[in-house]
């Protein structure tokens, strides 16, 4: 009797320790669900009492891998890019990697719109994804804002903004995303009192490469902060001048390299 028990005892713990050594997939049962590709990582499990690393239940906002299947993220802050803007961006995941979000951009003198869709897949410690939006602006600077004037001008056009993004976990609860996005206008007019000025064709207005981490201690809501890298045209959008330069032409084609900032908070 007593070596049957030491018997059943031996099995019992070689078996465990092949678990053990073989990890959480080996514990899986035959036949087991797989993530679908470009789907947000699933939860960690717990290794001898220490939680790996794992990512939000309700995903993250600027990260490729974004919210995951019907879950979403709504964003309030702001961005510089050549004057501070109030931002306010959402973001639904679709499933199979996909995604669709819009953002407002505002500071009154000028609003923007962009709508779009995010596709990205896990490649190793990455997720890589390409992103396409498409919007509009509209701008407004006359006696409505500044009484003193004695003229109004008001701007609009159309925006496409393809790009790419890059991003991984570099802590337990921060993620670091790179994002290249290009600039085009295929129609931009600006009116300056009774004068209506058009740009006549399709304009490449230039790119612009951000950096940004979010940190997310609790996993549930998060913070976003970054630093962006703009080459753009002196006056993007028409009516924006970058330079502030009463001598710049209507529509320059020459660019410029500035910085913007971005930060806000995902509920």
């Known amino acids: 009797m007593d070596r049957t028990r030491a018997s059943v005892r031996g099995g019992t713990a070689g078996t465990l320790l092949l678990v053990a050594l073989a990890g959480p997939a080996a514990a899986a049962p035959p036949g087991a669900p797989k993530a679908a590709p470009g789907a947000a990582p ?34 309030l802050g702001g961005v510089w890019q050549v004057a501070p803007m109030f931002t306010a961006h959402y973001r639904r995941g679709l499933g199979a990697g996909f995604s669709w979000d819009g953002e407002l951009r505002t500071v009154l003198v000028y609003n923007q719109l962009t709508v779009g869709a995010t596709w990205a897949t896990e490649v190793g410690p990455f997720h890589l994804g390409v992103m396409a939006h498409a919007g509009g602006f509209y701008g407004l600077l006359g006696k409505a804002l500044i009484a003193t004037t004695e003229f109004n001008s008001t701007g609009w056009g159309i925006l496409l903004n393809p790009g790419l993004l890059a991003g991984m976990q570099v802590a337990r609860d921060s993620w670091l995303t790179l994002q290249l996005e290009g600039f085009f206008s295929p129609y931009q007019a600006s009116k300056l009192g009774d004068l209506v000025i058009t740009a006549g064709s399709p304009i490449w207005e230039g790119a612009g490469a951000s950096l940004v981490v979010e940190y997310a201690p609790t996993m549930k809501s998060a913070i976003y902060y970054g630093i962006s890298l703009y080459h753009t045209r002196t006056n993007f959008p028409i009516w924006f001048n970058v330079e502030a330069s009463p001598s710049s032409a209507p529509f320059s084609s020459a660019k410029i390299w500035y910085l913007g900032y971005l930060a806000g908070y995902e509920f």
């Open 42 to 75: 699933a939860a960690a499990v717990k290794v001898d009492g220490d939680e790996e690393w794992k990512f939000p239940e309700q995903g993250l906002l600027v990260h490729p891998a974004g919210p995951g299947k019907g879950k979403d993220r709504l964003a």
